[in-house]
């Protein structure tokens, strides 16, 4: 039984650069013995992951992030049963945030900004999707 799930969150004040590499790392580290895949995009200060893979241990993922002390705010915007999965070429992609450029944005949003607050969960999901057509993702498989 797979699932995909989707949330948004809102780094504390001292994520950086160097903390997201840590987060993506330990993801690429955990995320194949569990069997999640997904993506994870940070721009402004914002968080936005999508998480595949077995019920359960999506389940037991979500809930760890959700306490972690390094971002608050956790908004869950979508959770689905699926037959497959769209992100499975990525242990934790990362989106290429040089592709997510203000025409891309404004295509799905009021303004030229990531606020997956402010949009459906179906839109941030258009977003991603868009994304990975465009080969604006990358990381390790
Ligand atoms: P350890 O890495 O050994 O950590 C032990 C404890 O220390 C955990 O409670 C952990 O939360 C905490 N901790 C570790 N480093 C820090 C730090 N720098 N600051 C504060 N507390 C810390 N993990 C995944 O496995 N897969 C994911 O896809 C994933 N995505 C994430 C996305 C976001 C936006 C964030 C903020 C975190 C994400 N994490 C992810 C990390 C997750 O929240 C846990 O920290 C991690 O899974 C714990 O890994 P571990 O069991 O190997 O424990």
Request: proline content about 4%; charged content about 20%.
């Amino acid at each position: 039984m797979l699932v995909r799930l989707m949330y948004a969150s809102r780094a504390v004040a001292t994520v950086d650069q160097d903390a997201l590499i840590a987060i993506l790392r330990k993801s690429q580290a955990n995320n194949p013995g569990a069997g999640i895949t997904g993506v994870l995009c940070f721009s402004e200060g914002v968080f936005l992951q999508v998480l595949e893979g077995g019920r359960s241990a999506v389940n037991r993922l979500y809930h760890r992030i959700a306490t972690d002390p390094r971002h608050d705010d956790v908004e869950l915007l979508c959770y689905e049963e699926i037959g497959e999965r769209r992100f499975a070429g990525w242990s934790m992609g990362q989106v290429n945030l040089s592709r997510l450029n203000p025409a891309l944005l404004l295509k799905y949003s009021e303004r030229p900004v990531l606020d997956p607050y402010a949009v459906s969960g179906r839109v941030s999901m258009s977003l991603f999707e868009e994304l990975m057509a465009t080969a604006s993702i990358v990381g390790q498989p």
